[in-house]
């Protein structure tokens, strides 16, 4: 049976989102990604479960996320939450980030790792929260 879950970088202004699903045959794809005002998650929560159901809820370790899930516990008591470690999960979302949008004109010259992406990659960081946490379980 498929495993869904999803997965919050928690932040101060704003939080990176991603709906993930794992299939029995261990294959993981993002039904729906998103970066929402940190003020407005517990909404986002209702749209993310009008794509897909999930069974979990996975929130990094990082910047206020303490305050994210007792803000989502009162909103919903019987959502299961497990809060995972973030670490190196920034480097890893500009990585992916690029995959997902491919470095053009000067900027394919220069590594990765070098560069910023132009806008925020916190939806990355939560889908590689997600992807941890499913391949462990």
Not at 27 to 45: C, D, K, S, Y
Not at 83 to 104: G, M, N, S
Request: aromatic share 6%; glycine share 6%.
């Amino acid at each position: 049976m498929p495993k869904t879950v999803l997965a919050i970088d928690p932040g101060s202004s704003k939080c990176g989102m991603a709906l993930v699903q794992r299939s029995d045959d261990g294959n993981i794809t993002v039904l729906w990604r998103a970066i929402a005002p940190t003020p407005t998650v517990a909404q986002e929560l209702d749209n993310a479960a009008k794509v897909e159901a999930y069974s979990m809820l996975i929130i990094g370790s990082g910047t206020t996320s303490r305050q994210l899930v007792h803000q989502i516990r009162e909103s919903f008591p019987s959502l299961g939450i497990l809060v995972v470690d973030e670490k190196d999960t920034t480097l890893q979302a500009r990585e992916r980030y690029w995959e997902h949008h491919p470095r053009r004109g000067w900027r394919r010259f220069v590594p990765s790792t070098m560069q910023v992406p132009p806008e925020p990659v916190d939806d990355f960081v939560a889908l590689i929260l997600a992807e941890r946490v499913l391949a462990e379980h």
